[in-house]
DNA sequence: GTCCAGATTTAGTGTCGGCTAAACCTGTGT
DNA sequence: ACACAGGTTTAGCCGACACTAAATCTGGAC
């Protein structure tokens, strides 16, 4: 409805509103009110409210009853959010002694505190890296982002060898055990075995054997290969 | 009044006015009302409502018609403040290339998001300093804090050789100028002539002759020393 | 001692962004 | 065809913090 609400200038919490509705609506699908307000941790008429303000600042567009979608200002408001977050992470584990399963609520703060330009100077510094400590891929300034093709580990059939490109850190508790065990982003494995209906996952990561249950398998993502 | 008013958890806004409250009341003076709104932005009646807020928070004490002081509890969290804005702008001038004399608006946004844990971890990687790019002492982990003597660039008498400690930084524009012309802390200037009645003052600094006005003398600080 | 200018506080409003309780749709099962 | 469960929205509320206008205090001039 209004014209240009100015990327900049919007407040923490609509920022955190359109990084939600990002994430929950790949593809043109709409994101229902109450599955933001479960990721958010908000009561769905705080949500509603939030989704009828956005909508008339032009941010997104809102069918009732049936969810919602970003608008092409909102998604380029989402997606330098994003860039922002990710960004920040692979600064904090390159320069700042993070590991890569914590810095997810430093950047979840600092996204909103930080200037575009010191976010460039961290990625200048960085060498302008196109995927974060998890293997997200990072937007770039303009806001093109593509998504390399990955399947879950729980795919991979026993006998092959895959690389590690993505963790999958919506759970922190997994994410905690995945980095204690040595999986992450890079890394080879080799599975070794698979038991069926969604049974245990053995696997070989640098040297040593693991058995992961199936959840887990879901939560960690492979390039697809087309070598052995 | 209020018992513990959990030093994490303040608002931005808090954080705001008792940095500011800080700045104003050094040695047990009080900070008037409309010298914060001055300082703030704010008009006075949204200074004296939140005055009141903070009294009855038990983070300072209110005279009415009088003026505030910084309880215990309040010049804690105003010390962490300061800390966090020092080191910040340490960080930021020693990393990612920021200029002393523009860091300021960075270190004023971020303040409010980093955690202690990031905070103390740019100490770590700085060295643990003692004092920011502007020669401004940073206060202990502890809230000790030592400000060093120093006296006024217009004070010391033509002939002296002193070295620069401090600079004001409250004038942006002066601050801006300064560097321009290459004075900063660590810089040795030779005072060679000093005209009456807050005339302009003739330096030495790194083998170039500048006059500079009175005004500006006031804004530099150096270490008082004994020798020539 | 009184008066007045200027500072301070109180009164009353507005916006943002949460909440609960209640009303309302919508689609599924029978 | 209809009832009902569950998701969605509306209504009404609250707290934090800003504002302007009006009332109030205070200290200095005379």
Redesign the pocket.
Known sequence: MNAAAAVESL?R??EDYLKAIYRLSPEGRHA???EIAHLLE?????V??????LSELGLLE?V??K?VQLTAEGRRAALRMVRRHRLIEAYLVAFLGYSWDGVHEEAERLEHAVSDTLVERMAAVLGNPTVDPHGDPIPAPDGSIHEPASVPLAEIPAGRTVEICRVDQSQPERLRYIASIGLKPGVEVRVTDRQPFRGPITIEAEGRTHVIGHELGQVLFCAPRDDR
């Open positions: 407040t919490s609509v229902s009110t109450s908000l009561s769905a008429p705080s509603s409210g939030m989704v009828k303000r809102h009732p009853y969810g």
